[in-house]
């Protein structure tokens, strides 16, 4: 019986946390977190109210070209996380994505080893509003 509780410790391990962190998995010691990457002004703005959702893509792009910094807004632990390598994350800005990299919590900032589109960004603005019943 002890044999069959140490295999499956590990199993039991992984699964409470996966339990009481979703969106933020560790995988190899490397944090996979998901969310939006937006630009640090709008993103902030909008946190600063409770919102953690996506911004306008093409806002934001203008906005990190005007120099404001990359951010993920991570919508599971309600707060912004600034990307350290900010090259890495350019061509996907205004999507929702996970991205798997090294996280430092006391900073705030993530590091990206790798990203991976799960949806596409869009403004707001072309959603039809929702017709009231």
């Known amino acids: 019986m002890r044999g ?6 590990p199993l039991l391990l992984v699964i409470a946390g996966i ?3 979703p969106g933020q998995i ?14 640090e002004s709008c ?3 909008r946190a600063s109210s ?6 306008n893509p093409d806002c934001a792009k203008k906005c990190v070209h005007q120099g404001k910094k ?13 990307i350290a390598n900010q090259d890495a994350a350019r061509e996907r800005l205004g999507d929702y ?3 798997k990299g090294d996280l430092d919590e ?19 603005c072309d959603v039809p509003a929702k017709k009231k019943s």
């Open 70 to 82: 990359i951010v993920l807004v991570d919508p599971d632990h309600k707060r912004l996380l600034t």
């Open 19 to 21: 339990v009481l962190a």
């Open 50 to 55: 409770g919102t953690y959702t996506g911004t």
């Open 106 to 124: 006391s900073a705030r900032s993530l590091r990206i080893d790798s990203m991976k589109l799960l949806e596409k960004g869009r403004a707001m």
């Open 43 to 45: 993103a902030g703005g």
């Open 97 to 99: 994505v996970e991205i």
């Open 4 to 9: 069959f509780l140490g295999r499956l410790f």
């Open 26 to 39: 560790t995988a190899g010691g490397k944090s996979v977190v998901r969310g939006w990457l937006s630009d």
